[in-house]
């Protein structure tokens, strides 16, 4: 059975009446008056709407829907037009619609149209653009608090509803770059709490592009165990890296998945500045037989570090940034060998991996900024990871919507185009 076709200038005329005890007419008492009735309403106004525009094409020769059986679309009569209840969720609650029932005059098969008159499916009783709407509000907030604004409004939705809406929207959503952007991006990883797993135990991967403009959108992401492979997070991107003429991406993540393309794409590496005096910090920590935390000689290597990794930022002439990295590379090399005659071996050999993807951005004079907006981008993660349980495949669905909505300009409300190019979502109808 297809769907709907476009109706031009349909107006419905709907006209109600219902009744409602009221001990009084105070704000309060007709509110609460109003939001019992609502859904009351809103079912009349759905049926009546219905039932209208059935009698309306059963007058057409032309039926926007066809037979299941012989395909005849113009010969039918009416069976029923309150048949068997139907649920059907709504933004405002899950309601009962009654359902329409015609006959094929060719065949006599018997066939239900009020789900098709409405856009849905066969047996669907969420629409993909209230499941959407619902399963933002969950990511936004947690489900209870999502319920209780909810109610606020008069809307009687469960927070299980809530909550099967958010993992049925993040399942859809896949992210990928997007070729209008620019050929530049960060991938990183930040360890999350996922309540009931294990404290910290989980790693959030994410890939940002950077837009013209300054900003940020997402193009790809994963939550695996931590030192896990990076390779999902790069794979839905790869044909679109190819259409690069050369990418460049700040990480320090595992990025063997992009090996293949090394002959198409020019890939550059680079440590991520900002978690080199963090990762350090543990370094130390596992050197603490020879380096007494916050002790002079730890606090020297830090405030080397800060040093090093500190680029200032306006620099033009490439004579002055190779002098500037020349002497960032004389102090990295002092700093090594100062710490290997100490005998810190995990600060050395964490150094010294580091050392030769450390200046290629700022060799290249494209050392981005953009550190403190990926934190950002993590932090607005974890403002909704934080206060509910998950698995951590809910944790990544709630994740996907949630960036999507911030980054990547998903907008449920645009019930037409919800999903703005490069979020490729596997729309399941
Ligand atoms: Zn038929």
Redesign the pocket.
């Known amino acids: 059975m297809g769907l709907t076709p476009r109706e031009k200038d349909l107006t419905i005329t709907f006209d109600c009446q219902f009744k409602v005890k009221v001990p009084d007419v105070t704000l309060t008492t007709l509110l609460k008056a109003f939001t019992y009735l609502l859904p009351k309403i809103l079912v009349d106004f759905i049926q009546k709407a219905l039932i209208g525009y059935g009698e309306l094409v059963m007058a057409r020769k032309q039926k926007p829907f066809a ?6 679309a113009e010969r039918f009569t009416w069976k029923t037009r309150a048949g068997k209840p139907m649920e059907v969720l709504t933004t405002y609650a899950w309601i009962t619609l009654r359902q329409m029932q015609v006959q ?1 005059s ?4 018997k066939t239900s149209i009020g789900r098709a008159l409405l856009g849905l499916e066969p047996y669907q009783r969420i629409a993909p653009e209230v499941r959407r709407k619902l399963g933002l509000l969950g990511t936004l907030t947690t489900f209870r608090v999502a319920e209780t604004f909810m109610k606020t409004f008069g809307a009687a939705i469960d927070k299980m509803t809530i909550w099967r809406a958010v993992q049925k929207t993040g399942e859809e959503i896949a992210f990928s770059l997007d070729p209008k952007g620019e050929a530049r991006g960060e991938a990183d990883g930040t360890g999350i709490g996922i309540k009931g797993i294990k404290k910290r135990g989980k790693e959030l991967k994410v890939l940002v592009q950077y837009m013209k403009g300054g900003t940020i959108r997402v193009a790809g992401i994963d939550i695996g165990s931590y030192n896990g492979n990076w390779n999902r997070l790069f794979k839905q991107s790869l044909e679109t890296l190819k259409e690069f003429k050369s990418f460049f991406l700040v990480t320090d993540g595992d990025t063997s998945i992009l090996d293949g393309l090394k002959e198409k794409v020019k890939v550059l590496y680079q440590r991520c500045l900002w978690h080199i005096p963090h990762q350090l910090k543990f370094a130390l920590w596992q050197d603490k037989a020879k380096v007494k935390r916050k002790s002079p000689e730890w606090l020297s290597v830090m405030g080397r570090i800060y040093e090093i990794v500190g680029i200032r930022s306006g620099i033009d002439s490439d004579e002055e940034i190779q002098a500037l990295v020349e002497v960032k590379k004389q102090s990295l090399d002092a700093l090594i060998a100062d710490c290997r005659a100490k005998e810190y071996k995990h600060v050395v050999s964490y150094l010294e991996n580091a050392k030769n993807d450390l200046f290629t951005g700022i060799t290249n004079k494209l050392q981005g900024k953009t550190t403190s907006r990926i934190e950002r981008l993590f932090r607005t993660v974890n403002m909704r990871i934080n206060v509910s349980k998950w698995t951590t495949k809910g944790a990544l669905n709630v994740t996907k919507v949630r960036l999507a909505f911030y980054y990547n300009g998903f907008d449920p409300e645009n019930s037409e185009n919800p999903y703005p190019e490069g979020l490729n979502p596997e729309v399941s109808t």
């Open positions: 037979c299941p059986k012989c395909g005849n094929c060719s065949c006599g098969t």
